[in-house]
């Protein structure tokens, strides 16, 4: 049975959805690239990555380009299953829904 | 919070529009393609006005000018747009690796193996079978990002260049060798690696 509780709540945020929507059809996405997508601001951006960051759904690349740091983000295995597994959920409330 | 009164159908919409979005951004422009391609016609042409003007022996030389100044004008670009890109994608690291072995297979064969004659005719197919099996190993490994079996997929460039110094009676020997570290313990490995998953 599909039901709410099984929606995983790491991703069940408008934010941390777009980001990894945006990490799945790309290998790489810098933090401004994420940040001009999604219209979130510097720190709620920061908090939503490192929340994804801490459970292993996307790794944080910092490197240096004319001497300025340069933050990319990228998509983990755990992340792609977790945004396969996530969107299964969705499709079969969907589903749900639309037999009641 | 931001996920209040979030349906399904906000979120799957929420889902389709990043991806559309981020398509558009990823979309090519073609430079690369209109650079080599007026190079390329440039360099045709040329060498068939050479041709006609019947100066055989100068007719590497719009391929010998116009080919390393692409080559640089691409290296230059690629490098000041390596560092800005905002997004990086598993298609251009494919292309570009696609073109890098094709380059190098088309330098070599173009301005070492033919005109030097090491290799040529019938006792130079295995050695350009080893070399098409190097650029499709390479690219294979890039795709899935696996460093293991791009570095033994170098092994076919090693085999084509030990063809070059030694006899073709042996070359068919050095190919079946090649095989082993290339294709096979690559393929042993990606096997027991599907098999434990």
Not at chain 2, 95 to 111: E, L, N, R, Y
Not at chain 2, 132 to 150: H, L, N, R
């Amino acid at each position: 049975m599909t039901d709410f509780k099984q929606i995983d709540p790491l991703l069940h945020s408008r934010i941390r959805l777009a980001i990894m929507s945006v990490l799945l059809t790309v290998e790489e996405a810098d933090f401004n690239y994420l940040k001009e997508s999604t219209g979130a601001t510097d720190g709620n951006l920061s908090t939503h990555i490192y929340k994804l960051e801490e459970a292993d759904y996307l790794k944080i690349i910092k490197r240096f380009v004319d001497n300025k740091p340069k933050t990319m983000c990228r998509m983990t295995e755990t992340g792609r299953d977790a945004f396969g597994n996530y969107v299964k959920v969705l499709e079969n409330m969907l589903h749900l829904g639309k037999e009641d | 919070m931001d996920n209040e009164h979030f349906s399904p159908n906000e979120q799957l919409k929420v889902i389709q529009m990043m991806i559309e979005k981020t398509k558009k951004e990823t979309a090519e422009n073609g430079w690369s393609l209109i650079m080599w391609g007026w190079l390329l016609l440039a360099s045709c042409l040329s060498a068939y006005v050479i041709f006609w003007m019947k100066k055989y022996e100068w007719s590497f030389l719009p391929w010998a000018l116009l080919m390393p100044l692409g080559g640089i004008i691409q290296m230059i670009v690629e490098l000041k747009e390596k560092d800005r890109k905002k997004i990086k994608t598993y298609a251009e690291r494919a292309i570009s690796w696609v073109w890098i072995v094709c380059g190098g297979a088309m330098f070599f064969i173009g301005f070492v193996a033919v005109p030097t004659h090491i290799l040529s005719g019938w006792e130079s197919i295995t050695a350009m079978e080893c070399l098409i099996a190097g650029i499709g190993s390479v690219v294979t490994a890039k795709i899935i990002d696996w460093d293991f079996m791009f570095y033994s997929a170098l092994l076919w460039f090693v085999a084509v260049i030990l063809m070059i110094f030694i006899h073709p009676y042996y070359h068919i020997l050095i190919m079946g060798i090649t095989i082993i570290p290339a294709y096979l313990v690559p393929g042993y490995i990606l096997r027991s690696k599907y098999k434990q998953a």
